[in-house]
């Protein structure tokens, strides 16, 4: 499954992939996620928001435990953030059918849509469409660089978009959805385990920051005549540095447009979006605010006129106790057998700065995420990896919680 994946969407230049959502590669990758599901004889589906759903069982019966993860990438991504989810769903599949166990409750691998919200700026459009933390309204609103709406991009990729919203009929079937991810640092590489539990996401948000200036001649304009909001924007990124660090928090500018864009021209307008993360939200709001204080008063000596907009924002997310201990339970009795979950047999339960449609859709079913290893902690990257045999781990976990939730 691995090898087969692996070539959609990748970039020959860079080694990364570009599985930007309702693009061809997307396409692909959708083809491949069915291609797989009807191999094991699942029933496969699309539902009104885009995502994948391959049933094993009535999902009309409820209380259905569901597993999968995302296809799409971000800009030049690794091969691991989303895929190895998907891949290990199957997989685990795989595993429970060759020990010979009898499902009781539906069971459903799903690849969620626009996951990472590389095309049109906004995160998790699938799931949180799906879960009706992103309405109709605000969905045909988002555009790409290109200014293609999202309703646009998904008629042309084939899907009618006239139906997308809410889908509360749906999230009732399902009685448990269990997320595997690599994990994006080195907490389980530190203490030496192949998998863990999630406790929580990070309170988290994305903020677009307009710095308007005046354009003009890069050679003839005297420095003191100048309006150039590029100033403003990198003291303003220097600030969220500085803020992050006081908080024990972390910020990132790691988007930028600029207005004209040319080498000897004094830009117009830089458009900057802020990515800010931390454990708590009161930390997170000291950032916020103190990144936003920072840019007006700089904003204000350099006679930049300056707009922020909160794009997107997901509170913590504290991960349902109930499953997660079950989880605890499943994976510890069965660590205590021999599995190779890491130096204890035990499975750690630690935090996460990433987000996760399993993070979306916690406040309208019950959910959990499993961690496999990142060696090196990297991840948004094509050096992002993990060794064979924590993947199998991971999968052999995934079996394990899946036989304790859908078939004991």
Known sequence: MW????????NADSGGYRRYAWTAADADCRLWFRMQAEARRM???????????????????????VTGSHLDSVPDGGAFDGPLGVVSAFAALDELRKRGVSFRRPLAIVNFGDEEGARFGLACVGSRLTAGRLTKEQAYELRDADGITLPQAMEAAGHDPSAIGPDPERLARVGAFVELHVEQGRA?????????????????????????????HAGTTRLVDRRDPMLTYAETVLAARREAELAGAVATFGKIAVEPNGVNAIPSMVRGWLDARAADQGSLDKVIAGVEAAARDYADRHGIDLAVTRESFTPVVDFSHTLRDELSRILGDSGASGRPWGTTGKVPVLGTGAGHDAGILSESIPTAMLFVRNPTGVSHSPAESAAEDDCVAGVIALADVLEGLACR
Request: glycine residues 14%.
């Open 43 to 65: 029933d496969v589906e699309t539902d009104r928001n885009g995502n994948q759903w391959a049933w094993l069982g009535d999902p009309a019966a409820g209380d259905a435990v």
């Open 3 to 10: 090898r087969s994946l692996a070539p959609i969407g990748r």
């Open 188 to 216: 389980l590489d530190l203490s030496g385990d192949a998998v863990g539990l999630a406790s929580a996401i990070w309170p988290h948000g994305r903020w677009r920051y307009d710095f308007a200036g005046e354009a003009n």
